[in-house]
């Protein structure tokens, strides 16, 4: 079956300032490579078909991208600077529900592309186990399957910004992101949110992924962290 991808691009990446005055977040480089890259490397590497990445700031940088890979379709979000990342799903509904598709962060370092190649038998969200209390976006679960994503838990996967839907509920996603854009009051909501609201129709279960597979960079201080340790690992 067909599978395709839509990257999240959009946004300002205004913690990552100033590197990100000139250039979008996701075009930053880690280890001489752009974020975004290690995401599409990993992807055509399954291989995924086809990749729509949704830009806003900056969006014009990323053209030489689909010069350089042919999968690559760029898709422009016109409501970036006013609405939330709710809005970038919505600019990618055609293609959405028309394979199964993953939807990803954009501003990932991807360590270990073997994440991409697992056998993704049910629609799911990758995430990382954390002992412990987490404030950051966290996954409930009841036996095999999610049911509440949002912020704040204990002992709980977090998410790592890599999901993955099966056509039919890829289908629902698109229906249900559609509804929730047409109430200006959803304009500033996440589209996880869309799913945390559905997950009586989406059977959603995690894909577990190791620390260090993928690293989330959202400040220059981790960049430089990142890419110290690199260098050490190097010398």
């Not at 422009?76 to 919505?90: A, E, F, G, R």
């Not at 799911?124 to 186990?129: A, D, Q, V």
Request: proline share 4%; aromatic share 10%; with cysteine.
């Amino acid at each position: 079956m067909k599978e395709i991808a839509i990257l999240m691009a959009a946004g300002l990446g205004n913690r990552m300032r100033p590197l990100t005055e000139m250039t979008p977040k996701p075009l930053i480089k880690v280890h001489g490579k752009a974020m975004i890259e290690t995401v599409i490397d990993g992807l055509l590497a399954r291989p995924v078909e086809e990749i729509y990445i949704v830009t806003g700031y900056l969006g014009e940088q990323f053209a030489p991208l689909c010069e350089k890979y042919p999968q690559v379709r760029i898709l422009h979000n016109p409501d970036y600077l006013t609405k939330n990342n709710i809005s970038s799903v919505y600019a990618a509904r055609e293609a959405l529900g028309t394979a199964h598709c993953f939807i990803c962060e954009s501003d990932l370092y991807v360590a270990d592309p073997a994440i991409f190649k697992k056998a993704l038998t049910h629609s799911c969200y990758f995430g990382r186990m954390q002992a412990g209390y987490s404030d950051d976006w966290i996954f409930e679960m009841d036996g095999d399957y999610i049911t509440r994503v949002g912020k704040g838990g204990k002992d709980v996967y977090n998410m790592v910004g890599i999901s993955y839907f099966k056509r039919e509920d890829a289908r629902i996603l698109r229906e249900e992101v559609e509804k929730a854009y047409a109430c200006e009051e959803n304009s500033q909501m996440f589209w996880d949110d869309v799913v945390n609201r559905n997950l009586d129709k989406l059977k959603l279960t995690i894909e577990p992924v190791e620390t260090g597979q993928l690293v989330e960079i959202d400040t220059v201080e981790e960049l430089n962290r990142v890419e110290a340790r690199w260098q050490n690992a190097e010398g």
